[in-house]
């Protein structure tokens, strides 16, 4: 910051007597030699620069009451001075101390001082402090520059040119004399008498009167007020009963009357230009409008789709996965396809957009931020992506629950058949029976227990088994995975607890068999031998019992080859079984009673053996018919690639067509194309029951939950892409062949013309792309003739900048065909410009810099005059309600922002 005071701010102390200097402008005006203003004209100064200054401040809607305070801050001057100095100055400090204050004004003595104005012995702090008489001898300074400097005639002074204008308007007048900005002008006549001379209809001059001044100034302040837009700037009191009216006061009052008056125009002949240039730019505007609607409708719903298909809210059943796989089927069958018809037409509607703003001369349109093609492409991408990764999510999910689902099962089934074992078990283990027994069934106790402590280790590897799926669960973040963990650790102390107490039983027995000693070796046997059995059995016969996930021919083979290994180790545990009936038969002629030392009666061995049997038959049904179901599945997976094969050959022939079309040499006229290719769009359309049949047996792979094919790769959105491409780049071409029609016939090119400029064009698209790149651009404009050097060099490539401008207003790196068509369309004809409108407004406004609302309303259809009224800016520097034209006319040409 500069230092209040500093010689930036502060003019030089002693000034030299051939300055222009404020102290000048005060003997001009003041006669008394003192160069002191009396009270009476310090006050008239004091209401008239208020009221001038509060005409300017209106514009940025801003009021002072008091000159002599309100400029304290600095703040409100620097915006005065923008206004009427049309130029932007530096942002006037926050602060509120007097040192803010005083470097706030200094910036605005500094600006008064680049326009070539020096203030004497006026410091920032006369202005902080209220110094009035400084205040206003400032003020008076800046009407001078601003208001009264630039009014010449006839190389007089500015005051004596506009004393000469006021007694030219007023001459012939009855009692109107002008000779000078005091006393000509107490009684009010000479300002009615300016308004009369250019709005007569305003005031009836004939009943004014000399002798009834008041009258006078009330219809000269309120007429100047309601019609001219001049505020009040004089007091009729002060005018009236001053012994001489402040001259400054006056001055600064008439100006604004010569400022107000204009010459009349030709605004008729100007009106029928706007009226066709305003008429097709709201065209192009409602186009705009509804590019921009279509677009963000679109995004809005790819959005939407985006945020759908990222919610991963959990999975936790095969029924929840399934129905979510239908949705996303529903959604590509149902909300795909329109949207994406409606992208289609969102292209072509830009296309056509954009050759109508060339052919009127108006800059190609650049969509808002986010509204590119390009951002609709990539925002298309991320909608893909985003289906993609949901169907594999779901998929994932739905094997994961399947899984799930089979594992819990056979969590239940094992957990409870170990609960059914061991109920009973802990209280069994702590009675204390042997000591009721003798000696017989002390041994039998003993043995009995023997037998147990076999069943028991038996039973371990199946405890071990139940917590190994307790962990799978837990793994696969099963939803009930606590309760599952809660249940083994139940199971697990329970088991531990029956060892203990096992350990405990088998030492008290020891004990007592010494003095019990009785065995029955041979049940004793049979005990030993029937508990693995039995255990292997209960065992086998679960694991036929178990679900399986299948999903191909190949997993039912594998299924099948474990069935078989399965039954043909039978063998051996048929012969176990053989052997332990012999020794069942021999107890039997001994002592046809239960086996006291054995937990499995001869009945329930049987029945074991007998339901081995019948699983073993029943999963031989069951994976056969699943052999024949993936016989089934497998079927379906060659049908679908045989079709989706013959479909999508279909598909790449039509595009073979169509690229012919656009290729051949035959087509002599783009009307011809057309045609084609509208008959091969039948053709298409006809094809479609063929899609609809494939679509149909997708479906089926669909319902038979097939989701890989080793026999082909095609799918159903790949081939939906094609037939898609096909159809809409078929649409695009019938488009771009309209719009190259519409240019040639804007253009009045002949067919030759247009074919040459093709011609050209597609000599340099060696890819066939049907774009240019910047470097294959600059080599057809050089074989055009254009003067730009073969390769580009920093500060010398302004010509191809300008055509490059022109053509790729996008910025995208590539000119299309009809970019090119376009451009070499305008070279060869002259185009509307924004000088011919600057031109049409001119005449309206009578060669003045700005224009009215009065007098657009007066010469153009009302709704193309509130259009204009809307979007012209104010003019900087003219009357309050003057319009800026020019900046108008460049925004309609896209050399300003409108």
């Known amino acids: 910051c500069l230092l209040p005071g500093s010689s930036q701010y502060l003019p030089s102390p002693h000034p030299r007597t051939n300055e222009k200097t404020m102290s000048a402008a005060s003997q001009e005006d003041h006669e008394s030699g003192s160069g002191l203003m009396d009270a ?53 400090g926050k602060g509120n101390m007097r040192i803010h204050k005083i470097q706030n ?5 500094q600006f008064i001082k680049e326009k070539g104005v020096k203030l004497v012995s006026i410091a920032p702090e006369e202005i902080v402090d209220g110094n009035l008489k400084m205040i206003l001898g400032m003020l008076w300074t800046l009407i001078l520059r601003f208001e009264i400097q630039d009014i010449s005639l006839d190389q007089m002074s500015a005051k004596d040119a506009l004393l000469l204008w006021c007694q030219r308007k007023t001459e012939g007048y009855r009692n109107v004399k002008i000779d000078n900005f005091h006393m000509s002008w107490k009684d009010g006549l000479g300002f009615c008498a300016l308004i009369h001379r250019h709005r007569p209809e305003l005031i009836d001059f004939d009943k004014l009167r000399k002798d009834d001044p008041r009258t006078n100034w009330k219809t000269c302040l309120e007429t100047a007020d309601k019609h001219l837009d001049i505020p009040p700037m004089l007091d009729a009191d002060d005018m009236i009963n001053c ?25 008729e002949v100007a009106a029928k230009k706007i009226a066709t240039v305003l008429q097709t730019n709201r065209e192009h505007e409602r186009l705009i409008q509804e590019y921009e609607t279509m677009a963000s409708n679109l995004l809005a719903w790819i959005a939407s789709v985006i945020e759908r298909m990222n919610n991963r809210f959990p999975l936790d059943s095969v029924q929840l996965c399934q129905q979510q796989l239908q949705e996303w089927t529903r959604f590509r069958a149902e909300d795909y396809p329109p949207k994406l018809n409606e992208k289609g037409e969102l292209e072509n509607h830009y296309s056509s957009l954009q050759t109508k703003l060339r052919l009127s001369g108006r800059p190609a ?20 992506a985003a289906e993609a990764a949901n169907k594999e999510w779901i998929l994932a999910e739905l094997k994961r629950n399947q899984i799930i689902e089979m594992k819990a099962e056979k969590f239940s089934l094992r957990a409870s058949a170990h609960e059914a074992w061991t109920g009973g078990k802990d209280e069994a283990l702590r009675t204390e029976d042997y000591l009721r027994e003798n000696l017989g069934g002390v041994v039998a106790l003993k043995k009995k227990h023997e037998a147990f402590q076999s069943d028991l280790a038996a039973h371990e590897t199946r405890v071990h088994e139940i917590g190994a799926l307790a962990n799978e669960l837990d793994e696969l973040k099963y939803n009930q995975a606590a309760t599952i963990n809660d249940r083994y650790a139940a199971i697990f102390d329970q088991w531990n607890a029956l060892i203990a107490l ?69 063998a051996e545990k048929q012969a176990e079984y053989d052997s332990l009936r012999a020794l069942i038969d021999q107890i039997s002629a001994i002592d046809p009673a239960e086996n006291p030392y054995s937990h499995h009666s001869t009945q329930a061995f049987e029945n074991a053996w007998a339901e081995l049997q019948a699983a073993v038959a029943s999963r031989d049904a069951q994976l056969s018919a699943e052999a024949e179901r993936q016989a089934q599945r497998e079927q379906l997976r060659r049908d679908w690639a045989q079709r989706a094969a013959s479909v999508q050959a279909a598909i790449k022939e039509k595009h073979e067509a169509v690229q012919k079309v656009l290729q051949s040499a035959d087509s002599s006229t783009m009307e011809n194309q057309i045609v084609a290719l509208q008959a091969i769009e039948g ?56 719009n190259s029609i519409l240019t040639r016939d804007a253009k009045h090119l002949s067919e030759e013309q247009l074919k040459e400029i093709r011609d050209s064009f597609k000599h340099f698209d060696k890819d066939g792309s049907g774009k240019l790149e910047h470097r294959e651009f600059r080599s057809c404009l050089i074989a055009c003739g254009y003067d730009i050097p073969q390769v580009q060099e920093p500060g010398n490539d302004k010509e191809f900048e300008r055509v490059l401008a022109r053509c790729d207003p996008n910025g995208d790196g590539v ?39 009065d007098q657009l309303r007066k010469d153009l259809a009302p709704e193309l005059a509130e259009y204009c009224i809307q979007n012209m800016s104010p003019y900087e520097g003219g009357p309050a309600g003057a319009l800026d034209f020019s900046s108008f006319a460049s925004a309609l040409y896209g050399e300003t922002d409108l």
């Open 40 to 92: 009476e004209w310090q006050r008239q100064q004091q209401k008239t620069f208020t009221a001038w200054v509060n005409s300017h401040l209106r514009k940025v809607n801003a009021h002072v009451d008091d000159v002599q305070t309100d400029f304290s801050d600095g703040r409100k001057l620097i915006s005065l001075l923008e206004i009427i100095g049309d130029a932007q100055l530096p942002k006037p």
């Open 105 to 109: 004004v200094g910036i605005a003595f």
């Open 243 to 267: 012994v001489k009216p402040d001259e400054r006061s006056v001055m600064t009052y008439v100006v604004m009357f010569y400022k107000a008056f204009a010459t009349s125009n030709k605004a």
């Open 365 to 384: 349109y650049v969509p808002s931020e986010g509204k590119l093609i390009s951002d609709i492409n990539a925002a298309w991408g991320s909608l893909e």
């Open 502 to 570: 096992t350990k405990e039983r088998e030492n008290k027995l020891l004990q007592r068999e010494a003095e019990l000693v009785r065995l029955d070796e041979l049940r004793v046997e049979f005990a030993k031998l029937v508990a693995p059995f039995m255990n292997w059995a209960e065992a086998s016969r679960s694991a036929l019992g178990d679900n399986y996930i299948c999903d191909t021919e190949a997993d039912a083979a594998e299924l099948v080859v474990a069935q078989d290994a399965f039954k043909a180790s039978l």
């Open 683 to 738: 053709e298409v359309a006809d094809f479609k029951p063929n899609f609809d049949a494939l679509e149909t047996l997708n479906q089926q792979v669909q319902d038979a939950l097939i989701f890989e094919n080793s026999h082909t790769t095609i799918t159903i959105a790949d081939l939906r892409g094609l037939f898609h491409q096909l159809a809409s780049g078929i649409k695009r071409s019938i488009t771009e062949l309209n």
């Open 815 to 853: 000119v299309s065909l009809e970019e090119y068509i376009a451009f070499m369309a305008e070279e060869a004809a002259d185009a509307e410009t924004s000088e011919q409108l600057l031109d049409a407004f001119r005449v309206l406004a009578g060669d003045k810099p700005y224009v009215t609302a």
